[in-house]
């Protein structure tokens, strides 16, 4: 069993990690190969999957708030998770690409980022 769960995970993360870098690095070839508007139909897909995820992201929160011993892994994926929002608000600010807003909002995600670290660091695992 121990085999198959490296194979499965191990195949699922590579998969995860060539999509995501796809989107991030060459999502115009993506789009192009695929025949994908990046305009209306595959944004409101994203959009939906973004949305999707924050509210995975939520879900683990709200487990460590109930057991922050047994849910300690998801607090620094957590953390980490809220510096690649605030990232990817402030990149397209800084290139010119959008308004401010986007990235003052996401202020908040920087406030927990530092906020879930700290709490890592006063509350060492043992």
């Known amino acids: 069993m121990q085999a198959y769960t490296r194979w499965l995970f191990g195949a699922a993360a590579t998969v995860n990690f060539v999509v995501g870098l796809v989107f991030l690095f060459a999502r ?10 990046a305009v209306a139909g ?32 998801f607090i620094p994926l957590g953390a980490i998770g809220k ?4 990232a990817c608000g402030v990149v397209p600010w ?14 908040i995600d920087l406030v927990f980022a530092v906020l879930f670290f700290d709490y890592l660091r006063r509350t060492r695992a043992s």
């Open 83 to 86: 510096l690649c929002a605030v």
């Open 94 to 107: 800084v290139l010119h690409e959008v308004s401010a807003t986007l990235p003052a909002l996401l202020g």
């Open 28 to 37: 115009s070839w993506f789009l192009g190969t695929f025949g994908l508007d």
């Open 42 to 73: 595959s944004n409101i897909v994203l959009g939906n999957l973004v949305g999707m995820f924050i509210v995975l992201f939520g879900y683990s929160y709200l487990l460590v708030a109930m057991d922050a011993a047994r849910y300690r892994v």
